[in-house]
Nanobody, 125 residues
């Protein structure tokens, strides 16, 4: 019923840039917030950046000033512009949709969290 399709990962040199995209589709009535998380080998998944339906944002301290999260006008696609990339940014990046209301016929249902399949970002020379 809900799909999150990610794109934009890849290999980049230190100091370079990448832009991740995540498109949400399905019988979605509303999404409270969308965000990006990442998980490096041997580490726990961590929040990178998040944007609410109202447009407020929050970032991990490690990416502030380098990464920018945004959405399209319909708020169905979330972007993560990553600049000045560092080797420690290497991880699998996951798109997250939080507090989703989906439509089922005449009814509605809530999904607390939904995840994309992940996209690899590798920063290396």
């Amino acid at each position: 019923q809900v799909q999150l399709v990610e794109s934009g990962g890849g290999l980049v040199q230190p100091g370079g840039s990448l832009r991740l995209s995540c498109a949400a589709s399905g019988n979605i009535f509303s999404i409270n917030a969308m965000g990006w998380y990442r998980q490096a080998p041997g580490k726990e998944r961590e929040l990178v950046a998040r944007i609410s339906s109202g447009g407020s944002t929050n970032y991990a301290d490690s990416v502030k000033g380098r990464f920018t999260i945004s959405t399209n006008n319909a708020k169905s696609t979330v972007y993560l512009q990553m600049d000045s990339l560092k080797p420690e940014d290497t991880a699998v990046y996951y798109c997250n949709a939080h507090d989703i209301v989906v439509l089922y016929g005449l009814g509605r249902s809530s999904i607390p969290d939904y995840w994309g399949q992940g996209t690899q970002v590798t920063v290396s020379s």
